[in-house]
């Protein structure tokens, strides 16, 4: 149970973090990078909350 909520919790705050990256920096590069690395996020995301 503890490693879900820490889990959850690290989810949360590079999900939190890869936001502030996104809008604080506009170069097309780094927003680029930015969402790509949210998508990376969000796919591992899915698979740990949503096995197949």
Request: proline residues 4%.
């Amino acid at each position: 149970m503890k490693t879900v909520i820490l889990t959850k919790y690290f989810v949360f705050l590079i999900d939190y973090l890869e936001h502030s990256f996104i809008y604080k920096n506009k170069p097309t590069a780094q927003k680029t990078v930015g969402l790509t690395l949210y998508l990376n996020i969000w796919a591992a995301r899915t698979a740990f909350f949503h096995p197949s």
